[in-house]
């Protein structure tokens, strides 16, 4: 599925277009479409001197057509979830410089479900770069997280125990 990235020129059309590639990138997740919903969120204007309607709207964004720059914030939210997106159809080198520039913004995020998303991405990347006990050691972290459904925690450590790699050591 090809999506051409329409050209906006002024920054309220910027706004509508970014608007529309995040109700894309909606609709292609519930359709299982990992990939190509991460590339979409990828074509979204995220730079600094940008304005754009928010990625995360709150109910007052929503009744209005305000538009205001980019948060460090929102950049986090977006490049924690094309990290996600890509993870999930196994593409860890590309996830990795998602990750990477998430890692810049996350020292300043309070926001705990945020956090441990990222934590999360982190621990898949270094079990998909095959560092296997530090994959381990931010699993057996996030399994101690309360916030964290016991299902996943449970899934979590035994990935860990049944890694033949974290095994041996």
Known sequence: MCHSSPVADSPSELS???ALKFQ????????EEWSEA?????STSLESGQRYRSAFPSSQDQLSSYSRPVSD????R??????????EDE???QAETYYNRAALLIHSESDREITLQFKLCQARISDYNRKF???ASRYHELSYVGEIDEEERRHMLYGIYFNPSVRQF
Do not use: F, G, H, T
Not at 38 to 42: D, E, I, P, Q, T
Not at 78 to 87: G, H, Q, T
């Open 24 to 31: 894309l990138a909606d609709m292609l997740e519930l359709e």
């Open 91 to 93: 593409e860890s080198v």
């Open 73 to 76: 914030a929102d950049k986090l």
């Open 38 to 42: 991460a590339r979409v969120l990828m």
């Open 133 to 135: 006990l530090e994959a």
């Open 78 to 87: 977006v490049y924690i979830r094309i990290v996600r997106l890509l993870l």
């Open 16 to 18: 509508q277009v970014n």
